[in-house]
């Protein structure tokens, strides 16, 4: 400290002599240093003013000034210097002020006298510069550019002139440099030069030592810190954690499931840091789909999603920040199937109606089978119900053929309701189901059954014609008119007369007319055969057998062969005298053209001339004696006999025996009487007439019937017994029976006896009812075995009366 003041005092020496000089022709000045200890010497004033010391005490010479308050400077009586008195400060004094001059006046009495004094201070570099505020802050957007200037706060220096500051001095740093803006003149500015940009994101706040230093000797510096504050710039986009999000998601999630969680980051602070994600350009059909939450970025399911219509979607999401900068991401979702479609099930084609014709394996429909859902869930089986003539075949692709496996039959089952299943293979799977009507379409495949294997019909004789006789049906299960069935009867003969002559069928009904009457004398059954046909095309048709049975009735009265009837006759039984009781004396033979109980005979006698004397045997006919002959009993006895049959109301005949009890015919004298007859005579020429015929007939008739059995060698049955031939024309004009169908018939078989009169004269008569006795004519037209045709195959064979001799 002791070297400082004599330096300094040493520079006061100087300027003082300096002064001395420059100031003595006027005021008296002097320079002096500020800061000098207190009774330093400023000057000899005395002598510089030309006053003796002793003077200066006499006069009572004394420093004054115009301030009240300080006094810097005295004098010294002694010698005459004048010396500081305290402490010089010349900021305070003149502050900024280039030149600081104290003003002193020196005061002498005796005469009163004022010399002034001009005192200069000079500035020393006592004060260091000084920032106002240690610490400086800057608020510096990073975004500043390169050669960006931001102005220090000036650093003060109380001093002036070189001490004060004269340079500004910053911590070394790559960002700032300091530079000194001059442009106010007189001061000295320090500014800060950004040389680097600044990145809030690395560094966001700078601290920096700076020093202002003055130009003084010895130097002095103040010092600041700098805190620069780096402002954010929206320098940085959002940036997504990753380029693309992937995730999976099931159909059908419900709304507002999260799918995933999208998100960015921006290196900005504040509203530049602040993301908003939003969909980018996102197309019309996911508008509805998707939303994302703008601040999160979770997004969520808005609407219904279907794998089916995407089964991926990617969606670019855009992060922007505050300001606007944006970037993108994209989300790929992978839409995961659910089983949610339901097989679909449609016919492609159908042949409907299908032939019932149609050989196994026809293909009848193709069917086609779509699942909307994929994989498993997609993948479908089709099948149709167990127990049908039908199958699924796969085809290509989801085609199926539905095919025939084996034979249809439309009588069995016309319609099949073909469903058919569709099951795909998720689960749980789902299925649906389709029903297809086919119809099976008719062939005439079934000809008319007729009901029953054969009719048989009766009918009584002398019908009237058109009356009924039985119906026919039959069926025929085909479809329309290949099952309507048509009845015809079928061409043939009955009696070389065609048989539409005798009987008519109604086409529709089958109802079967008799066309004319019929007589059971001349025709007792025929068989007709009778068609149904249906109307196919061609057509089918079966027949069958129709038996007409004519029914006896008894419209035929008893004939009388024997005796002759009357009148006509001189037939007379001779009855011997001696005849005892029982002798057989005539016998009446009749017969019936009828059959059965209609031809069932029974003899009476109506009227006798002796009542008790002869009896006929109710079956027989037979006449014999009651009692022995005596001699009163009269020679001529007559009998009227009626012959009954058994039909319901019976038919009958009479006829008159006249007997004669004698044993001589010639003691008989009024025979002629009792049998003459004018008309007997042309009778009896008609007997020999007809008998001559007739004998012929049969001749002729045996010859060809033995030519014709005689492979057969069948014994001729004996018709006739006896040496008396019948007379063939009174014989019933058709004696034929057919078959056992009439039960009764049997019982009722009897033998007719013809008597001629004597007792070696008796012959049978046979007619059984068993026997096919057939008319003459057909006989001679027909061969054996159409006969057999005829009767229907029974094993009779054509027997014919026949007589021997
Ligand atoms: C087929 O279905 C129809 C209507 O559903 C029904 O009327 C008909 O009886 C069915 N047919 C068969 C053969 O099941
Ligand atoms: C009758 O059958 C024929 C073939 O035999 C067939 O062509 C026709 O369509 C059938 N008619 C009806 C009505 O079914
Ligand atoms: C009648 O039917 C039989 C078999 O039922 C057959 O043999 C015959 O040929 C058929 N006759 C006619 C004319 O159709």
Not at 217 to 232: E, F, M, N
Not at 459 to 480: F, H, M
Not at 568 to 578: D, I, Q, R, Y
Request: with cysteine; hydrophobic share 35%; net charge negative.
């Amino acid at each position: 400290m002791s070297n400082t003041v004599s330096g300094l005092s040493f520079i006061h020496i100087c300027v003082f002599i300096f002064l001395r000089l420059y100031f003595a022709n006027g005021d008296v000045s002097y320079t002096i240093a500020e800061e000098m200890k207190s009774g330093s010497v400023v000057g000899n004033i005395a002598s510089d003013l030309g006053l003796g010391i002793s003077t200066l005490s006499s006069r009572k010479a004394r420093i004054d000034t115009d301030r009240d308050d300080k006094r810097y400077f005295d004098i010294n009586l002694s010698n005459g210097d004048l010396i500081v008195t305290q402490r010089i400060d010349r900021e305070s004094l003149c502050d900024k002020k280039s030149t600081c001059v104290l003003k002193e006046e020196l005061i002498l009495e005796n005469p009163l006298e004022i010399q002034r004094i001009s005192i200069q201070v000079q500035d020393i570099n006592d004060n260091a510069p000084e920032f106002s505020e240690g610490l400086i802050s800057f608020e510096i957007r990073e975004s500043a550019i390169k050669g960006a200037k931001f102005l220090l706060s000036e650093a003060r220096d109380a001093d002036i002139g070189t001490n004060a500051v004269q340079r500004y001095i910053v911590q070394h740093n790559e960002h700032f440099t300091i530079n000194i803006n001059t442009e106010v003149p007189g001061r000295k500015q320090g500014e800060l030069v950004l040389v680097k940009e600044l990145d809030r994101e690395q560094q966001s706040e700078i601290k920096l030592v700076l020093t202002a230093l003055d130009g003084g000797t010895p130097q002095r510096s103040g010092t600041a810190v700098i805190v620069v504050t780096v402002l954010d710039a929206n320098d940085n986009t959002p940036v997504f954690s990753k380029p693309v999000y992937k995730a999976s998601l099931p159909e059908n999630s419900p709304a507002d499931s999260i799918i995933v969680k999208v998100s960015a980051t921006d290196a900005d602070e504040g509203p530049n840091g602040e993301i908003t994600y939003n969909f980018d350009h996102m197309s019309n059909n996911y508008v509805s789909l998707f939303s994302i939450d703008q601040k999160t970025g979770e997004i969520k399911v808005k609407g219904a999603i279907d794998h089916e219509t995407d089964s991926s979607i990617e969606l670019r999401i855009r992060a922007k920040d505050g300001p606007g900068l944006t970037s993108y991401c994209t989300v790929m979702i992978d839409i995961i199937d659910v089983n949610d479609n339901q097989p679909t099930i449609s016919l492609k084609s159908l042949s409907n109606p299908i032939s019932e014709s149609a050989p196994p394996g026809t293909e009848v429909g193709i069917i086609n089978v779509q699942d909307r859902d994929s994989e498993k869930n997609g993948k479908v089986h089709c099948s149709i119900q167990k127990n049908l003539p039908f199958k699924l075949v796969p085809s290509i692709k989801n085609y199926y053929s539905l095919v025939t496996t084996g034979g249809l039959d439309r009588e069995l089952v016309s319609d099949y309701n073909i469903t058919i299943t569709a099951i795909d293979e998720g689960s749980p799977s789902l299925s649906s189901f389709k029903t297809i009507q086919l119809s099976v379409a008719d062939i005439n495949d079934n000809p008319p059954v007729f009901e029953e294997q054969s009719y048989s019909a009766y009918i009584n004789e002398n019908n009237k014609p058109g009356s009924t006789l039985c119906s026919v049906s039959a069926q025929d299960p085909d479809w329309r008119q290949n099952g309507t069935v048509i009845y015809s009867l079928l061409p043939a003969e009955v009696n070389s007369v065609p048989v539409s002559s005798y009987l008519s069928v109604n086409g529709d009904t089958g109802v079967i007319h008799a066309v004319r009457s019929f007589d059971y004398e001349q025709l007792q059954s025929f068989k007709v055969h009778v068609m149904a046909r249906d109307n196919g095309s061609p057509p089918l048709s079966s027949n069958v057998t129709v038996s007409v049975f004519i029914s006896d009735v008894n419209d035929n009265s008893p004939q009388i062969l024997y005796p002759a009837p009357e009148g006509s006759s001189f037939m007379t039984e001779l009855v011997p005298k001696a005849a005892h009781k029982g002798t057989l004396v005539s016998k009446v033979i009749a017969v019936d053209a009828d059959s059965g109980q209609n031809a069932w005979l029974s003899y009476h006698i109506v009227k006798a001339t002796d009542p008790g004397l002869f009896v006929i045997d109710v079956h027989s006919g037979e006449i014999r004696t009651q009692r022995d002959l005596l001699e009163s009993d009269s020679m001529k006895q007559n009998l009227i006999v009626a012959v009954k049959d058994n039909g319901q109301p019976s038919l009958s005949a009479t006829c008159s025996m006249y007997l004669l009890i004698s044993d001589n015919l010639a003691e008989v004298p009024e025979l002629k009487d009792i049998s003459y007859d004018e008309k007997n005579s042309k009778l009896t020429s008609y007997l020999i007439t007809a008998l001559v015929s007739v004998s012929t007939f049969f001749l002729t008739f045996i010859i060809i019937i033995l030519g014709l059995r005689f492979c057969r060698r069948r014994k001729p049955r004996l018709l006739f017994d006896g040496a008396v031939a019948i007379p063939g024309a009174y014989l019933p004009p058709n004696y034929a029976d057919v078959d056992g169908t009439g039960t009764l018939r049997s019982a009722y078989n009897y033998d007719t006896y013809l008597t001629t009169g004597s007792r070696t004269s008796d012959f049978k008569f046979i007619s059984s009812y068993n026997d096919n006795t057939l008319p003459a004519d057909q006989t001679l037209k027909k061969s054996p075995s159409d006969f057999t045709d005829i009767v229907g195959g029974c094993d009779y064979s054509p027997e014919v009366g026949t007589f021997t001799k």
